[in-house]
């Protein structure tokens, strides 16, 4: 595809562009956290990039529990995907925040569909948004405490919302009475084990 | 009695009303037992609403994270439960992008077949399940009929009748039955008569046309920048279908067209579903025709690349031969070995584009799957779709933009 | 009335009353049986399977229990279809609670029975971990057939009074499966 938009960035952002790729046909560029509005609107807004299309916005937990440090820098990637209609060509920003009370900016100034994205991405990861106008749990409800899809958080952690019955609960095959496969291969640990 | 006093003006006779606030689902029919809204209204217009998803999330990410590459295709069945064969391409597609390999044609095309056979049964159900919501049964019953033989064919060829996990990375589970290309033939007219049945019921009525012509507009603008995709994205206008605008498998040969509306408005988002039955049945047809062109015996005529590393080994080879125990021993319990890399593969699924991040570091096991279920964004742009209409316009428009509640939580 | 002569007494106690009473209730649940209103608390993919069930191929009205009423005040069955997340679990709590007497919960394929394959933070690990459950349907999802054969049970166990929850059996296990298999696929094989 067309590496125009990472030209662009890196002539209009300098430095602050910290590593362009093209990895199997995706164009992807690592810019600095504090930047992280300014490339984006820059994308939605330039008439050569014209990315008014908004794709996605998620992030990706970069800590391996078993031998990161929690709290390292960089641990959380955020990215956001745009498109545009116009010209055909995506692009991919990503940005990286400490795990360490990690924060960032809001990008629904630019895009408003990133508004459901970053609720998103706050509760899974954590990561709170500056300037986010209802920044509420999405997915998960209120009570929930901790962040699902940080690598640290046991896969099977459950926070139930009302008591569990207890008693006989004589199931009859194929189930057994405390039902579920732990697949073991998983980096986060397991309660279970 | 007393006589009414009728020198009131007609100001007074209004009931001072204030804002009431009320709650619909997750339990409401029309919500499909998986969206909470939170509406506050004036009378019967809906003033502000709050969508509240994720009833239905089922941590699909963080399971991914647990299991070998291969292990998330059952689980991709289950987020668009209407459509899972077009799911399993999504997912396929998108490891294959990051292995940087590519199925033979006959695979492609086979993936192709089914997955337009996906679209058909879910459009076939979201169009069914919106006029039922408006009160015409006969339509929804004809069309689930219709859904059984689509059903059924997928039945005959993976075994199963709704979470089928047919694709693999790197081809399918089986090449064509026998009988599937003569079954998939007689099906196709069969479907659309039923289609035409169920519209000449609903496009003359006058009820129908009332309840959903100019209600829940989105606009062009609004739709892009929320990121709607899809039939609700191209009920606006806008002609974004990643089948001709990124073609993939072998949508770059066969003619079809895509579906545009005009308003964004309920009624066309139904009419754009409709005619997309019928673009499938075209894309099916020249397919089937394309898959007859192969040459039998030709490197093409296999649904499945040859790759010991990446696709398991015929049974008879398991267990007759120790290359084909210790290939299936290995893929089986450590995993395709993907290399460490990061791409974003997309597809268009019933909903939209139906897009998964992956992001590998080797060995056997994803590091991260996120997928981007496309009537996540449609819900977000719900909001102005609904607010400012009537409270009963809410049940036409939401079921006008197909939340499937597996791929919107997760 | 031919059914009624093989009705189920039991005794509880000593004494005629205690005789009486048993055979009213059997008799109650003979009449209660094949008329079911249902409550589909459908949630996720077993709620397509549902849909199927409920349309004209399989038609679930043949088994008189056709009505869905979507007031919990009004029904009588709860079919809890799909995965009930955890937060999903105090509405499904509310509903049942707000089900009037007689009541039957019927969990509809594995999610509901024990929470399948999602066995993580999100899902109740089975429904019967908060309310009472009368028949469990495993399959993922189960085939209408499957349904169809919870439901007869959940038919025949009202007749019987029996509140004890039970699971549809793997037919293939019964005896003489595998004749009635043999049957079948020469039915479905015939041109
Ligand atoms: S049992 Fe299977 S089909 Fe049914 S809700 Fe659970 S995952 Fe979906």
């Known amino acids: 595809m067309s590496k125009l938009i990472l030209e662009r960035l890196k002539a209009q952002f300098g430095a602050d562009v910290l590593e362009v790729s093209s990895f199997r046909g995706d164009d992807v560029a690592l810019v600095k956290p504090a930047r992280w509005v300014d490339v984006a609107r820059f994308v939605h807004d330039d008439p050569r990039c014209a990315c008014t299309y908004f794709v996605d916005l998620s992030a990706v937990d970069l800590c391996d529990p078993r031998t990161d440090d929690l709290d390292m820098d960089d641990r959380f990637e955020v990215y956001v995907i745009a498109y545009s209609v116009e010209h055909k060509h995506r692009v991919r920003i990503k940005t990286r925040v400490s795990g360490d009370e990690p924060r960032l900016a809001t990008v629904i100034p630019v895009w408003s569909g990133a508004n459901w994205m970053e609720r998103e991405v706050f509760d899974m990861y954590g990561v709170h948004f500056e300037g986010h106008p209802d920044p509420r749990r999405i997915l998960t409800y209120d009570e929930f405490k901790g962040h699902p899809l940080r690598k640290d958080y046991p896969a099977n952690r459950a926070q139930p919302l009302v008591e569990y019955r207890d008693g006989t609960f004589n199931k009859l095959g194929p189930f057994l009475q405390d039902e579920g496969m732990p697949l073991n291969r998983s980096a986060a640990p397991d309660e279970r084990n | ?157 993976t075994g199963a009748r709704l979470t089928h996990s047919f694709f693999r990375i790197g081809g399918a589970a089986f090449p064509p039955t026998e009988k599937i290309q003569a079954q998939i033939r007689s099906i196709l007219p069969r479907t659309l008569e039923v289609v035409a049945e169920g519209e000449s019921l609903l496009l003359k009525n006058r009820i129908f046309l009332d309840r959903t012509q100019g209600v829940g507009v989105l606009t062009k603008e609004h739709a892009l920048s929320m990121g709607v995709s899809g039939p609700v994205l191209r009920s606006c206008g806008i002609d974004y279908d990643v089948r001709k605008d990124k073609p993939y498998l072998t949508y770059g040969e066969c003619d079809f067209d895509v579906p545009v509306g005009e308003d964004g408005d309920t009624y066309d988002r ?14 099916i047809e020249q397919s089937l025709d394309l898959m007859k062109k192969i040459a039998p015996g030709s490197p093409d005529d296999a649904v499945s690349i040859v790759d010991p590393r990446i696709v398991l080994p015929p049974k008879d080879k398991v267990y007759t031969t120790i290359e084909g125990t210790i290939a299936h021993f290995k893929l089986i319990m450590e995993g395709i070995d993907v290399p460490p890399g990061e791409v974003y593969g997309y597809t268009e699924a019933g909903n939209g584009e139906l897009g998964f991040l992956l992001v590998s570091r080797g060995g056997g096991n994803p590091w991260r799957v996120r997928v981007r279920g496309p009537c996540f964004f449609s819900l977000q742009a719900a909001h102005d779709m609904i607010r400012g209409g009537m409270l009963a316009d809410i049940i036409p428009t939401f079921g006008s933009i197909n939340m499937i509640g597996g791929e919107c939580d997760r | 009335m031919a059914d009624l002569s093989k009705l189920e007494t039991r005794t509880i106690g000593g004494g005629e009353s205690g005789f009486v009473t048993t055979k009213f209730e059997a008799l109650l649940g003979w009449a209660r049986k094949y008329s079911l209103f249902q409550y589909p608390f459908a949630t996720a993919c077993c709620g397509m399977e549902f849909f199927s069930t409920a349309s004209p191929r399989y038609d679930i009205a043949r088994f008189g229990a056709e009505a869905p009423r979507f007031s919990p005040r009004q029904s009588d069955v709860l079919w809890v279809v799909g995965t009930i997340s955890q937060r999903q679990a105090p509405v499904l709590r509310r509903v049942y609670e707000q089900m009037t007497e007689p009541k039957w919960v019927i969990a509809f394929g594995t999610c509901a029975s024990c929470g399948g394959f999602y066995d993580n933070y999100a899902t109740v690990p089975g429904i019967d971990k908060i309310i009472p459950v009368d028949v469990f349907i495993p399959g993922c999802p189960p085939r209408p057939e499957a349904v169809l054969d919870g439901l007869m049970l959940l038919q025949d166990k009202i007749g019987r009074c029996d509140r004890t929850p039970e699971t549809v059996k793997n037919t293939l296990l019964a005896e003489g499966a595998d004749e009635a298999l043999e049957k079948l696929y020469q039915i479905r094989m015939k041109p």
């Open chain 2, 1 to 157: 009695m007393e006589p009414v006093d009728l020198d009131f003006e007609e100001a007074d006779l209004e009931l001072p009303s204030e804002p009431m606030t009320l709650l619909m689902g997750p339990s409401h029919p029309a919500m499909h037992g998986t969206i909470r809204m939170i509406l506050k209204l004036d009378g019967e217009t809906v003033q502000d609403v709050d969508i509240q998803p994720g009833y239905l999330h089922r941590a699909f990410e963080k399971m991914s994270e647990r299991g070998t590459w291969s292990q998330v295709f059952p689980y991709t069945d289950r987020l668009n439960y209407v459509s899972p064969l077009l799911n399993n391409v999504g997912y396929a597609l998108a490891v294959e992008k990051l292995l940087g390999v590519e199925v033979p044609r006959k695979g492609q095309l086979f993936r192709v077949i089914l997955g337009e056979m996906s679209r058909i049964s879910d459009h076939l159900t979201c169009n069914g399940a919106m006029a039922m919501e408006l009160g015409a049964f006969t339509p929804f019953l004809w069309y689930l009929k219709a859904r059984e033989w689509i059903w059924e064919a997928c039945e005959e060829q």
């Open chain 2, 270 to 283: 139904f009419m754009v579903r409709a005619e997309e039955i019928r673009q499938s049945c075209r894309i």
